[in-house]
């Protein structure tokens, strides 16, 4: 029986679109979470914000090219390499009759901050880069009595937007040739739909939990942005347009009671970041 209640330049322009790789797990922040449908409210609101600082350095980087010039000189230690983030997170979950319960949620699953400055021996490799996404998803249930306990089909979809920028220093100027910095920007956007699909089994009397939850890859095959070179001689902006694909992902939880007002849980999460080598 349910509860029922509420809880709340063509070289340049070379240069700036060489392909930049994704390292493993660098780009997942909030990642997929659905453990609200899971609660035993009839309706139930949960927001949260996480905040999460880094602190990560860079020390003895080496220079890939030291012909190229345009890092001579700059430091190769102590560079801070990542910036503090905000991971939010707020969901609506309602139950529909005794068997079916629904889950509508906003959160911002990837996400990075490269912030190393100018003055760093990478300068060219990367001055910024900012990554953000927003992800609106739907995920229902449909239980029903199995043993001492129920069993679950999960199923939903989800829509994701994801918009970045990155700054490098494309060519070191001469002093004459100042106001000019030498910078130039890549700046994208695109947007893609996923789906979702999983499993679960509880037994209430004893708090326990299993649950597969396997969610799809996002194609953003409409990426689109511009390149802007107005910092160097002879530069501009230009359309640029491009496709990825966000990893898909297989993920299983597992929790049990083992003493009144205590809990065991854990889990597993595969991700397939081979979907996501370039940009």
């Known amino acids: 029986m349910r509860k029922k209640n509420f809880g709340l330049g063509a070289m340049t322009a070379a240069t700036l679109l060489a392909a930049t790789s994704a390292q493993a797990g660098g780009l997942e922040r909030g990642g997929y979470n659905i453990d609200l449908l899971f609660d035993p409210s009839d309706y139930v609101i949960d927001s949260s914000v996480t905040y999460v600082n880094p602190q990560r350095k860079l020390n003895n980087v ?160 409409n990426i689109t942005g511009t390149l802007d070179t107005r910092q160097l001689p002879g530069g501009g902006i230009t359309p640029v347009f491009g496709a990825a694909s966000m990893p898909d992902s297989l993920e299983f939880k597992f929790q049990t009671g083992v003493a009144p007002g205590w809990l065991v849980f854990g889990g597993v999460k595969w991700t397939d970041w081979s979907q996501l080598q370039t940009l």
């Open 62 to 221: 080496q220079d890939t090219n030291p012909l190229d010039g345009t890092n001579a000189g700059r430091p190769s230690d102590g560079v801070r390499a990542t910036e503090g983030y905000w991971v939010p997170r707020i969901g609506f979950k309602a139950g529909i009759g005794e068997a079916v319960d629904c889950m509508f949620d906003y959160s911002q699953p990837w996400g990075a901050h490269l912030n190393q400055g100018r003055n760093w021996v990478g300068a060219n490799e990367n001055i910024e880069t900012k990554i953000k996404s927003n992800n609106y998803a739907t995920t229902c249930s449909y239980s029903f009595d199995v043993g001492p306990g129920q069993f679950r089909i999960i199923g939903g979809a989800f829509y994701q937007e994801l918009s970045g920028f990155q700054e490098r220093l494309a060519a070191e100027l001469p002093s004459f040739l100042l106001p000019l910095t030498g910078v130039g920007r890549l700046d994208l956007e695109g947007d893609g739909w996923g789906w979702r699909v999983g499993a679960a089994y509880e037994i209430e009397e004893y708090a326990l939990r299993t649950s597969l939850v396997y969610n799809s890859a996002v194609d953003l095959d």
